[in-house]
Antibody, heavy 116, light 111 residues
Framework: EVQLVESGGGLVQPGGSLRLSCAAS????????MTWVRQAPGKGLEWVSI???????YYADSVKGRFTISRDSSKNTLYLQINSLRAEDTAVYYC??????????WGQGTLVTVSS | QPVLTQSSSASASLGSSVKLTCTLS???????IAWHQQQPGKAPRYLMK???????NKGSGVPDRFSGSSSGADRYLTISNLQSEDEAEYYC?????????FGGGTKLTVL
């Protein structure tokens, strides 16, 4: 059974940093396309970043230059390093796996709150 | 890149059917989309992948009451025999040129 478990969220001051983790089981992260999607309180889903099985990475314009997606094959874990945090980055961050183009498996999410 | 447009809300009675619409922007009418359901306080759940032909592939465990269809730039999600647990936000998603896009979501109320 595919399972994705995020961690690393919390309260951080503007300008601060966090590293989100997504531990996967039931499949191999490095063999799949993986993505991060966020949802601000009361708002819709917003795509954040993707890493392809070959290692190429892409980002939404709103986070480019501040966020970095990566993975650790030995830990079968996906990461999102988020720097220079702003109030508008406050959201639940979901990791997900992609199959046949579509986002198919979702984690339960981890909440990031940016506030002084 | 494509834009997905959804109505903000819809409602239907328990046991009836409802058809939700996701419209692709001009020039993107052939794109494949995915439908996701998000019940209150929960993570999104993948429902199906839907092609421009109307062919769809559902996720594991998605009830037969959920089906998809297409017409031009419109992609539809039909839910039959509505149940109380179908009250949720429904999002469509597509992808292109290393970006992914979500529609704004439709909040479905079951009366």
């Amino acid at each position: 059974e595919v399972q994705l478990v995020e961690s690393g969220g919390g309260l951080v001051q503007p300008g601060g940093s966090l590293r989100l983790s997504c531990a996967a089981s039931g499949f191999t992260v490095s063999n799949n396309y993986m993505t991060w999607v966020r949802q601000a309180p009361g708002k819709g889903l917003e795509w954040v970043s993707i890493i392809y099985s070959g290692g190429s990475t892409y980002y939404a314009d709103s986070v480019k230059g501040r966020f970095t997606i990566s993975r650790d094959s030995s830990k079968n874990t996906l990461y999102l390093q988020i720097n220079s945090l702003r109030a508008e980055d406050t959201a639940v961050y979901y990791c997900a796996s992609i199959n046949g183009g579509a986002t198919v498996h979702w984690g339960q999410g981890t909440l990031v709150t940016v506030s002084s | 890149q494509p834009v997905l447009t959804q109505s903000s809300s819809a409602s239907a009675s328990l046991g009836s059917s409802v058809k939700l619409t996701c419209t692709l922007s001009s020039g993107h009418s052939s794109y494949i989309i995915a439908w996701h359901q998000q019940q209150p306080g929960k993570a999104p759940r993948y429902l199906m992948k839907l092609e421009d032909s109307g062919s769809y592939n559902k996720g594991s465990g998605v009830p037969d009451r959920f089906s998809g269809s297409s017409s031009g730039a419109d992609r539809y999600l039909t839910i039959s025999n509505l149940q109380s647990e179908d009250e949720a936000e429904y999002y469509c998603e597509t992808w292109d040129s290393n970006t992914r896009v979500f529609g704004g979501g439709t909040k479905l109320t079951v009366l």
